[in-house]
């Protein structure tokens, strides 16, 4: 296994919480920087992979709905749950939001032939990765989401240097601080 190379908790009191953990994630790791217009476009090294954990109704993919709109993403962004595969694109960046929980077998991974999507330049964001077993690498960053009361507590590690720079960037992000309550910051050893 990977080791964790960097470890934040946050407390997301309520979906207002979780959408702004999203919105923030979307502007670190997708490098959204105005463009002539003011409109806020994707980076042009924008490119890597999350995996997303939690019971159902965690919200996985109320989060990955915060990213993928705060991206431009315009439209119906609809869960992953029956196709498995969205895909978006903004700029020349591809957005791939999967859902593996209808996997019986990892092998169906393979079947699926989603290894492709991992070739191309993309920002990948996987439901449920661990329905795919040992056959998915470690993630840039693995968010777990669990239930705490009425809201929910969120646990992002890093496992590559990205991720890292990620998990650095939102720790510093000033608005964490007033959005959402920090419970700790970890660097694993």
């Known amino acids: 296994m990977t080791p964790t190379l960097q470890t934040i908790s946050l407390d997301l009191p309520d979906e207002v919480a979780t959408e702004g953990l999203g919105q923030m994630l979307a502007m670190i790791v997708a490098e959204l920087a105005p463009d002539a217009t003011g409109q806020l476009v994707p980076g042009p090294a924008a490119q890597g992979r999350i995996h997303l954990q939690g019971e159902l109704g965690a ?30 694109q903004v700029s020349n960046l591809y957005f791939y939001h999967l859902d593996f929980y209808r996997f019986s077998d990892p092998a169906e991974w393979l079947d699926a032939g989603f290894r492709d999507l991992f070739k191309n330049q993309a920002l990948i964001l996987i439901e449920w990765p661990e329905r795919a077993g040992d056959l998915l690498s470690a993630p840039d960053l693995l968010i777990k989401l669990v239930y705490a009361g009425a809201g929910r507590q969120v646990t992002l590690s890093a496992f590559t240097e990205k991720g890292v720079q990620w998990l650095t960037a939102l720790a510093q992000t000033a608005t964490i601080s007033r959005q959402l309550p920090k419970r700790s910051v970890d660097a694993a050893c």
């Open 59 to 88: 919200g996985k993919t109320a989060l990955v709905r915060a990213f993928l709109r705060h991206c431009n993403i315009s439209g119906r962004i609809k869960s992953p749950s029956y196709a498995l595969l969205e895909s978006y």
